[in-house]
């Protein structure tokens, strides 16, 4: 078993939609959890950090994380055909290595 | 947060012969990592590289295949050695900022013919 569990999708939504992306991870140490953004041939872009437990809102963009329930999501609001691009969740205990998810892909249709 | 950048953004190169691929930061940072994804692929961390020191290799990943350079607080290399197809991939170097959060290039990528 993978120790960052990520639906790869591919995920396909109306324009407007929200969208929700969901991470379960197995490793009660991590503290530190990130969302990134990685269109196609680019580099993956940091869209939501948070430490420990609760939630963060940065725009059209909310991050949860539920400790207790090992389980991260990021929700897109009003979501545009801009948001297409392949979704990742990370996250790291203190002074450790970074762990990914594998990523889903999400497709926000005109 | 840190602006990095990596030459060069890609290449292909033929199998048996090495590229080196540079990774320079606008300031300076104690952390970067050297990552690689594969075609569809998530990431894979090669090593973190280390100012002064000799980098720290992740399971699987050898120093002959894939020596690193770090000589300052702002560069550092990566080099892939004698490449077969199988290394044909997106190379990534990364930052960590003072909180833990991560930064990453643009990329470099490689395919081997």
């Known amino acids: 078993q993978k120790e960052v569990e990520q639906d790869p999708g591919p995920l396909s939504v109306p324009e407007g939609a929200i969208v929700s992306l969901n991470c379960t991870y197995s490793?009660?140490?991590?503290?530190?959890f990130m969302w990134y953004r990685q269109y196609s041939r680019k580099g993956p872009e940091l869209l939501m950090y948070?430490?420990?437990?609760g939630n963060k809102e940065d725009g059209r963009f909310t991050a949860q994380v539920d400790k207790s329930s090992k389980y991260i999501s990021l929700f897109i609001r009003d979501s545009q055909p801009s948001d297409s691009a392949t979704y990742l969740c990370?996250?790291?205990?203190?002074?450790?290595?970074?762990?990914f998810g594998g990523g889903t892909r999400v497709l926000v249709k005109p | 947060s840190a602006v990095i950048s990596q030459k060069p953004s890609r290449d292909i190169c033929q199998r048996g012969t090495s590229l080196t691929i540079q990774c320079q930061v606008d300031s300076q940072v104690t952390m970067m990592f050297w990552y690689r994804q594969q075609p569809g692929q998530s990431l894979t961390l090669i090593a973190t590289a280390n100012q002064g020191s000799e980098a720290t290799y992740e399971s699987g990943f050898v120093i002959d295949k894939f020596p690193i350079s770090r000589p300052n607080l702002t560069f550092s290399t990566l080099t892939v050695s004698n490449m077969s197809p199988e290394d044909s991939s997106i190379y990534l170097c990364?930052?960590?900022?003072?909180?833990?959060?991560?930064?990453f290039g643009p990329g470099t990528r490689l395919t081997v013919t």
């Open positions: 990370a996250m790291k205990a203190a002074g450790n290595k970074l762990t």
């Open positions: 490793n009660s140490a991590f503290q530190y």
């Open positions: 990364s930052v960590e900022e003072g909180r833990g959060e991560q930064y």
């Open positions: 948070t430490y420990s437990s």
